[in-house]
């Protein structure tokens, strides 16, 4: 048996610690795309809470609410009823395949540009920048003692992250309860308990997340890399070094000595110096890379300065990237955004999405739902009529009250009428006004005369009364005796 001495290497560890990274200041293409979509996704974040929405007297007046006490789910013109769950179900499912649909055509632009993680972290990088200098700066201060001058500006840094996890935390709660209230409240102490629980949690995983973690959550934390492999092909997009052409790799100098024996390289480290989770996209696709594309800012600009052209680091797709190395011409590369994999995705998700809108339109603001009792099942009057009970639940999803008509069809000689009131003679419809934004329950009786027939069917209709004549019926039984 092999002595484990003499087969492991005793500088090999199991855990490697943690280096830092700082990532340098860039300027480019990519990375005003990167601070567009970090400030307008962080405006909506932030500002939605606050954007009123005239809901009329009956409804709360938030452009975007979940109300969770009333299950109610508010978004401008729209709301939505706990049964109508289906609608935020498939914006869910949009969500998955428009993530299915850009990872197949563009590989991981959500982790580059979108997603929560990738653009705290950035915000926090910038705060780093701005207390601490640039990259430079910022290793030589981590690397310091600690003196009172660098544990007054941690402190202070820190503080700043704090603040952004506090109003990151803070703006959520906002999402579920009128917003302007909440802030009078949480600041009395009179918010519920969980309002200051869920503070808490989201600004204690923001400060860790953001300020500390950061590319650790990407690389050890979060499935998504693991999983997108699968939405990729040779076709999708990629960051890519393209050693083809950069090998082998050497300085200006270095290259100006002797140029058939280097490639376009200048090992000048701008692209490693710049990337956010500190990797080398020279060693090829990793885990690490979140396809931000910054790399190709900083070689791009690299280029420029020594008069090589620029694309040493581009978005290429594999297929691509074998050709180009191959000496061939390669097209546009938007052609590869048109193929049938990135098509199929694009039609199931606009057909979700127009089939939603679709039902959206057309959908009724009242419902009805209707329950016999089961015991007893039917009740024999003192004439001789047979009266069966129901219980009526009749929601009214509009914020004004309504007056409804409430009628039954296909039971001869039938007689309704709402517990609580006396039997009339002769009446198969009644009127009920249904508060604003909310369910009605009616006790309604029927009674029909004894006939041979133990059990009739019939169909009870309510109707909207007004300009808006929606209508909406069930098809009931009503019960009589064995004979
Ligand atoms: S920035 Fe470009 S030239 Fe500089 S090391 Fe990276 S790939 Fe080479
Ligand atoms: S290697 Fe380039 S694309 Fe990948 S994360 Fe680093 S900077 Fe972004």
Redesign the pocket.
């Known amino acids: 048996m092999n002595n484990p001495d003499e087969i492991l290497d005793p500088e090999l560890k199991l855990y490697e610690a943690r280096k830092a990274v700082h990532p340098q200041r860039i300027d480019g293409t990519f990375r005003r795309l990167k601070w567009a979509i970090m400030i307008v996704t962080l405006a909506i974040y932030y500002i939605t809470p606050w954007i009123r929405w005239d809901r009329g007297p009956y409804a709360p007046n938030q452009a975007v609410l979940v109300d969770l006490a009333n299950r109610r789910f508010y978004m401008f013109g729209i709301e939505i009823w706990p049964h109508e769950f289906y609608y935020v179900a498939g914006l869910l499912v949009m969500a998955g395949i428009g993530l299915f649909l850009v990872t197949s055509a563009v590989g991981r632009a959500w982790c ?1 540009y979108a997603c929560p993680q990738t653009v705290w972290t950035d915000l926090f990088q910038h705060v780093d920048r701005f207390v601490d200098g640039d990259r430079n700066a910022r290793m030589r201060m981590d690397k310091a003692p600690w003196t009172a001058k660098k544990t007054v500006r941690r402190l202070f840094k820190w503080g700043i992250y704090l603040f952004i996890a506090f109003w990151t935390g803070g703006a959520w709660i906002m999402y579920f309860a009128d917003a302007p209230t909440l802030v009078v409240d949480f600041w009395t102490g009179e918010a519920a308990f969980v309002a200051y629980a869920t503070v808490g949690i989201l600004t204690a995983t923001t400060f860790i997340f953001g300020g500390f973690m950061r590319e650790q959550v990407c690389v050890y934390m979060c499935p998504w890399p693991r999983i997108q492999a699968a939405m990729m092909d040779e076709k999708s997009l990629q ?1 890519t070094y393209k050693d083809w052409r950069g090998e082998k790799r050497g300085s200006i100098k270095k290259a100006q000595k002797d140029p058939a024996a280097f490639g376009d390289c200048v090992d000048c480290n701008q ?1 490693v110096a ?8 020279r060693e090829g696709p990793q885990i ?9 800012d ?1 070689c791009d600009r690299v280029m420029g300065e020594v008069g090589r052209p620029r694309g040493l ?1 581009d978005y290429i797709t594999a297929d691509d990237a074998e050709a180009e190395k191959a000496g061939k011409e390669t097209g546009p590369a938007w052609k590869n955004l048109l193929r049938l994999r990135t098509l199929v995705y694009f039609g199931v998700w606009a057909g979700i999405g127009l089939a939603m809108l679709f039902a959206l339109g057309n959908r009724t603001r009242l419902d009805l739902a209707v329950q016999h009792d089961r015991n007893p099942v039917y009740v024999q009057l003192s004439n001789g009529d047979i009266r069966n009970a129901y219980t009526a639940k009749i929601r009214n999803m509009e914020n004004r009250p309504r007056q409804m008509n409430v009628s039954i069809t296909g039971l001869p000689g039938a007689t309704l009428w709402e517990g609580g009131t006396s039997r009339p003679d002769q009446q198969t419809a009644l009127e009920v006004t249904v508060p604003a934004d909310s369910v009605a329950n009616l006790r309604l009786f029927i009674a029909a005369p004894e006939t041979t027939s133990e059990r009739d069917e019939f169909v009870m209709t309510i109707e909207g009364a007004g300009e808006n004549a929606e209508s909406d019926s069930e098809e009931l039984f009503f019960e009589r005796p064995k004979n």
């Open positions: 580059g960051v692209c710049v990337c956010p989770t500190g990797i080398d996209i690490g890379c979140i396809t931000c594309a910054l790399c190709i900083a680091i």
